[in-house]
């Protein structure tokens, strides 16, 4: 994997003079997803023309509307185009009056305003269809197809990108169409992997005839080819696609190009290939002043480093991501931050610290239907706390990850929380709410029922805890019952170190009711099933057999 070098800026196109002539090349550039050229084109628009009129003026205020969203907000953005319409209108200029409706339709279908929104892009889709020219036609058609994306629509948002393919006349056209037939099938699943892998391959091939190789629309292109490859298995022809967006000069394609090969290694579990490609995507990110996309990049190299064993690598690059996300508000990923952070700092002895974060990050997650997460945090946090020997505390916050197991469908991490929590609260000695959870362990066991391996092994272990912490209170006729079924449990999952663990433990508990010949049998299976290897534990075994005589 290549090692990044600092982002250079792209070559800049040069810009016409005229104000007609830069508003044309802007329009064409935000076509291309070129906005740094579009930017440029309508800042030097405003030099040359600071007082534009009639339809010169409805152009800047559309453009200036599409600022206003993020900006200002929809009000302010509605009120500017509203404006451009009457210009357009007046000017006679029925495709521009059209496309602006569109907008101020997309609009109220992102603010509530679905039906509405709806009804007047297509309403303006079918007059562009009798009045627009081609071109006009087909940026209409994927105006409304991206209506119709947003509102779930789906196959009739590509069967309208279909249709517009087949009409275009140029080249470009073309790709464009192409590529966000691309782009949209790729969020379908893979029944549709086929269709993107055609399509953005097509339209690669025909931006690379039409358009410079900095061009944003096709670095995206290329990145939409490369993450299909990855998701079918296909990694060297993904790799050659991600490379030759990492070499572009453009640093959000770059960045996006390096994080997703991060994403990549990390799905072919390579987590040191992945290290080195998150590192790249931050080092391009904040060389190009986004530390906001740089954190998004820290959050994956801390996963990709914690995977990688190198907890204080993972622990430095959280560090860096939470007070970003803090402030960009992400709450999402600022808890996964946390969440990793509380994880590397377990792996470096600093558990007090990681139990405060864990802390801070389940109240996030108690307060949605992310309950598998909380189950994760509740449970990390209980590990924790059992390491420092806080074991009331610990007994808790199992018993809480049960139940977030519990509520998530997880069978497997709501028996084994369930089970120690019960010997968190033996170890605090709480015999009430141990045996408690002892029995809702039991009943939980009843109550799965499935014969999953995982569900196997915590039913086994279950067995023998309850046998331990049951000599513990004396009740050892039920103690060595529980050790013999652990035993049987553990010989069908054919774990043999286990298994003698549970009969030397019913041997150790009918000696201690004066059952002898049967704890000489318990002590004598142990032996025989105590794999090669075990030499100090074997000679315990044969010792406590001696002394039964």
């Known amino acids: 994997m290549d090692e990044p070098d600092e982002p250079a800026e792209p070559e800049m196109p040069a810009l016409p003079a005229s104000p007609e002539e830069l508003a044309d090349f802007a329009d064409q550039q935000a076509r ?49 185009w509203r404006r451009a319409l009457e210009l357009f209108a007046e000017a006679g200029d029925a495709v521009r009056e059209q496309v602006v409706r569109q907008r101020i339709g997309t609009l109220w279908c992102l603010t509530d305003r679905v039906d509405d929104g709806l009804a007047d892009v297509t ?13 006009a036609r087909c940026g209409s058609a994927r105006r409304l197809a991206h209506v119709l994306w947003l509102i779930g629509r789906h196959d009739e ?94 640093w959000t394609r770059r960045s996006n190009a390096w994080h997703l090969r991060g994403l990549v290694a990390l799905d072919m579990d390579e987590p040191d290939a992945a290290v080195r490609a998150f590192t790249a995507a931050v080092s391009v990110r904040l060389a190009a002043g986004e530390p906001g996309a740089a954190a998004l990049s820290n959050l994956e190299l801390a996963s990709a480093a914690l995977a990688a064993g190198r907890p204080d690598q993972a622990a430095d690059a959280a560090e860096d991501a939470i007070p970003e996300l803090e402030r960009i508000e992400d709450p999402y990923r600022l808890n996964r931050a946390k969440f990793v952070l509380a994880q590397a700092l377990s792996d470096l002895n600093q558990s007090a610290q990681a139990v405060d974060l864990l802390a801070e990050a389940v109240e996030y997650y108690a307060g949605t239907d992310q309950h598998q997460e909380a189950g994760q945090c509740y449970g990390i946090a209980a590990d924790l706390l059992d390491r420092l020997d806080r074991d009331a505390e610990a007994g808790e916050r199992y018993e809480w990850a049960g139940e ?5 469908g997880n069978a497997v991490g709501e028996l084994h929380n369930r089970r120690r929590a019960a010997l968190s609260w033996h170890w605090a000695g709480d015999r009430e709410r141990c045996g408690r959870t002892l029995l809702r362990a039991e009943r939980c066991t009843l109550e799965l029922g499935a014969e999953e391996p995982r569900l196997l092994w915590e039913r086994a272990v279950l067995r023998y805890d309850s046998a331990r912490i049951l000599s513990s209170w004396e009740q050892r006729d039920e103690a060595a019952d529980r050790a013999a079924t652990a035993a ?16 030397t433990l019913r041997g150790r508990v009918l000696e201690e009711v004066d059952r ?6 318990a002590f004598r299976a142990a ?4 794999p090669d290897g075990n030499d100090e534990q074997r000679a315990h075994i044969q010792e406590m057999l001696d002394d039964i005589g």
């Open 32 to 80: 291309l997803l070129n906005f740094p050229a579009a930017e440029a084109a309508w800042r030097r628009f405003d030099e040359l023309c600071p007082d534009p009129e009639s339809e010169l003026l409805g152009r800047r205020l559309n453009e200036a509307g599409a600022d206003a969203v993020a900006e200002s907000g929809p009000e302010e953005a509605e009120r500017i």
């Open 123 to 135: 309403a303006a889709h079918e007059r562009i269809e009798e009045i627009g020219d081609v071109p």
């Open 157 to 250: 948002a590509l069967d309208l990108l279909r249709a517009a393919e087949t009409i275009a006349e140029d080249d470009l056209t073309r790709a464009l169409l192409t590529t966000e037939i691309a782009g949209y099938a790729a969020q379908l699943g893979d029944e549709r992997r086929d269709e993107v892998r055609q399509r953005a391959d097509r339209a690669a091939e025909l931006f690379r005839a039409t358009v410079p190789p900095t061009t944003e629309v096709y670095l995206e292109t290329l990145l939409t080819g490369a993450r299909v490859r990855a998701a079918a298995g296909e990694f060297a022809e993904a790799e050659r696609l991600f490379a030759e967006v990492t070499r572009s000069s453009v």
């Open 404 to 408: 977030s197991y519990a509520l998530a």
């Open 488 to 503: 049987e449990a553990f010989a069908a999952l054919d774990v043999r170190s286990e298994q003698a663990a549970a009969l």
């Open 516 to 521: 002898k010949a049967e704890a000489a049998d």
């Open 527 to 530: 032996l025989r099933v105590l």
